[in-house]
């Protein structure tokens, strides 16, 4: 599946995202860089967003579905309800994120660091975490099956009611700190 360049797509933006502070939509489309925006119910969907910076913005039910965010940073940004399906977050920066809610079904976050994000009922099924830095991280009723936490990093994660069915544990840093290998 071909991403969408960012400045082509980044031009119909105003059209489909009603909820976007102009003035942080301009800045975003300019430099990919948006500190701190309101970028609620953006519509960003195979959007190529490599590298980008939106550190602290508010993305609550923003649509990033197979969108690339390689090595983007994405600390303290609030994602709450967003679709993320099958994005691309190879090692983006999520320490603190909110993605409470959130659809991660199937997306890409090997060597991604998430550490104290709040996954509270995201799903994750099916996404891979290989190598994935989760240290502290809130994942109560999150769904993890059939996800790849091969050497990641659990370690202090709270975890109540979250489902670890089929998912590959090997060399896995788990929430108690003993290393899981299952799946080894």
Known sequence: MKAVPAAAFLAILPILAWAWDPDDLNRFRSTLTCLSCDLTGANLAKADLRASNLGGSDLTDARLSYSILIGGNLSGVTLTGADLR???LFYSLLDGARLDDADLTGAILT??????ADLTGSDLGGANLFSANLAGAIMHRTD????SLARANLGGTKMEHTALDNAILCKTLMPDGRSADRDC
């Open 111 to 116: 060597g991604a660091t998430l550490t104290g």
């Open 86 to 88: 099958g994005a691309n």
């Open 144 to 147: 993890l099956r059939h996800a």
